[in-house]
């Protein structure tokens, strides 16, 4: 079946400008995550959605960075004013929303945003 | 705050050889634990996880990784390197269960299998 998708797949913006990055999950799962993936680095959490809200934003660096889910499916993360320090690999995940024990994230390929 | 420490940015073997790549967790609850594999232009994908059960983790393509309460430890090991396992290996540790699975990952560790 089909995967997490994201797009684009690259983005190459100037300082200040507004992008927007696309996620669309596994069909039938309610959980999704973004994570950033800075150069050299390990994936940081930014923001997790339960259906359509988002239940713990607590990853997202300042009030810049938005992200919404309004049908419980495709997310989209906003950037507002960027910066270059925003430039990384965005990743988006998902995940059914099981008891007992962790529910397995499943990757996108992630959306490389270049901040020039 | 809970973190993940993997020793050592990039890891050497030949072909055939032992590996292994080092995982540390601090927190005094163990957490669930997760190794995840990184090819190129592709995303995460998931190798094996610990969820308390059995400490010895079975995972794909022949990993497998050893829960150590006393050493708060996760070591991912194979016996014989593939030319295939060259790629970017992270560790993960979740404390959260059910639905909701907050994802706290290691900086990572590079693979490089030579002949």
């Known amino acids: 079946g089909a995967g997490v998708s994201q797009t684009p797949s690259n983005k190459v913006t100037e300082k200040g400008k507004y992008v927007e990055l696309r996620c669309d999950p596994i069909s039938g799962h309610t959980a999704l995550y973004w994570y950033r993936q800075s150069l050299g680095q390990g994936p940081e959490f930014l923001i997790y959605f339960q259906g359509t809200g988002a239940a713990d934003d607590s990853g997202l660096p300042n009030d810049r960075f938005f992200a919404v889910r309004p049908e419980g499916s495709v997310s989209t993360l906003k950037i507002q004013r960027t910066e270059r320090g925003d430039s990384a690999v965005y990743l988006c995940?998902?995940?059914?929303?099981?008891?007992?024990?962790?529910?397995?994230?499943?990757f996108g390929p992630g959306t490389r945003l270049t901040v020039l | 705050a809970q973190s993940v420490t993997q020793l050592g940015s990039h890891v050497s073997v030949s072909e055939g050889a032992l590996v292994l790549l080092r995982c540390n967790y601090s927190?005094?609850?163990?957490?669930?634990l997760f190794w995840y594999v990184q090819y190129p232009n592709q995303g995460l994908q998931l190798l094996l996880k610990y969820t308390s059960a059995a400490t010895l983790v079975k995972g794909i393509n022949g990993f497998e990784a050893e829960f150590k309460k006393s050493e708060t430890s996760f070591h991912l090991t194979k016996p014989s390197a593939h030319m295939s396992d060259a790629a970017e290996y992270f560790c993960?540790?979740?404390?959260?269960?059910?639905?909701?699975?907050?994802?706290?990952f290691g900086a990572g560790t590079r693979l490089a299998v030579h002949p």
């Open positions: 927190s005094s609850v163990p957490p669930y």
């Open positions: 993960a540790v979740s404390y959260s269960s059910g639905g909701y699975n907050k994802l706290i």
């Open positions: 995940a998902s995940s059914l929303s099981l008891s007992g024990g962790p529910s397995t994230q499943y």
